[in-house]
Each structure stands twice: as C-alpha cells, then as structure tokens.
C-alpha cells in the first residue's frame, strides 16, 4: 500500500509542479471569458486559446499559462521618498493595470505585473526628488500622470498598460506635521486678526460719517 502511494505520489508530483506555473491540463480545458491562455508544445509556443473549451494534449506534452485580461488594481509597496527641500516622505499609492498582448506578457517579461510595480516606485520616486513638499500636495494629478506616462512607455513592450495612478496618501514625518498645523494656525490666527481690525476701521468710519 505504501509503495502504491508512493508511485502515485512520484507519478503526479510532476503534473501538479506543472500546474503550480500555469494550468492544469489534462486533455481538456475551459478558458474563462476575459482570459487567454499560452499553449506551449515541448517547451516552444504553439497557440493561444480564447474563452470556451478546448482539447489539448496532455502535459507534459503541452503546458498552459493562463493571462487575465481585465483591469485589476496593485497596491503599489509603501516606499520612502525625499523631496527636492530634503523632507522624507512615505507614500502610498494603487495603479490599476491590464494585460493587452498575452504573448508578450508571457515572453517579454518574467513577469509583468511585479515588474510594473517596480517601475511605478522607482518613477514616482524619481519625480518626488524634484518637487518641493508643498508641491507634493498641490499637484498630486501632475504626479499621477507622469507615472502613468513613464509605465505605458514600457507597459507596451511588456504587453501591459497602465490605465491609471493614484497617490492614497503622503505621510511626512511628525515634526513636519507639527510644523504645517503650527503654520496653518498661525494663517487662521493672521486672518481673524485681519478681520478683526477691518472691522473696527469700519465701524470708525461709519461713527465718522454719522
């Protein structure tokens, strides 16, 4: 019994290592709508399979990869950044990507997606380096835009495009923080006095022409 098991277990480790890396295949396979699969004979590209049913040959002769091909959002890794005025910021951000060329997902790049991500977190780091802290805030669209630029540049080559990026949040140190409330306190402070005293010049001038 136990060495029945044991050959069962040598005779499907092989298949199931296959299946790890693509998918399982077993003579017959259903390709789900919105996807698109890689077929591989002996190791070498042979088709692509569309949505439905298809008969293929059984691994090992052939193996399948399986691409999605809808929009999908990444959490782009939280990551430090220090801008042009030296201030230290963490940043994170989500970009919503979507495989467009299956073939070069699958042959151009070891993979697309992780390499994507990378890509946006050197480049928006990158564009942090020349921006002042108060511009990090102003101009978050100019931000997401020159990243999603720079990945649909190399987006093509890999068969992927970026649809769009999105900064959640920007996270300065505490003592920056301290400092803005400090300054926009003051500002508020500044602005009531203003008020304050614009009032009483007008209600001398109101006395004076009564």
């Known amino acids: 019994m136990r060495v029945a098991c044991r050959l069962l277990l040598v ?3 092989p298949l199931l290592a296959a299946a790890s890396h693509g998918v399982l295949n077993c003579g ?45 959002p990444y959490e782009v890794q939280r990551a430090p950044a220090i801008t042009k005025d030296n201030v230290d910021l963490v940043l994170d951000a989500v970009v919503y990507l979507r495989v467009v060329d299956p073939y070069r997902a699958n042959y151009a790049v070891d993979d697309p997606v992780t390499a994507m991500l990378i890509l946006a977190q050197t480049t ?13 805030f102003k101009n978050r669209e100019e931000l997401n835009a020159h ?23 920007i996270d300065p140190p505490q003592s920056i923080m301290n ?30 022409e009564g």
């Open 147 to 169: 990243v999603v630029s720079v990945l649909a540049q190399a987006g093509s080559e890999w068969g992927v495009v970026c649809t769009r990026y999105e900064v959640k949040d």
């Open 28 to 72: 017959m396979v259903t390709c789900p709508q919105q996807s698109s699969m890689i077929v591989e004979r002996f190791g070498k590209y042979h088709r692509m399979l569309t949505p439905g049913l298809h008969f293929t040959w059984p691994w090992p002769l052939e193996s399948l990869r399986r691409h999605e091909l809808r929009e999908r």
């Open 179 to 208: 400092a803005m409330k400090a300054e926009a306190e003051a500002e508020r402070k500044k602005r009531a006095v203003i008020l304050e005293s614009e009032g009483v010049r007008q209600a001398a001038i109101n006395r004076a």
């Open 11 to 13: 005779l499907c480790a």
């Open 124 to 136: 928006v780091r990158s564009r942090i380096g020349e921006m002042t802290l108060d511009q990090t």
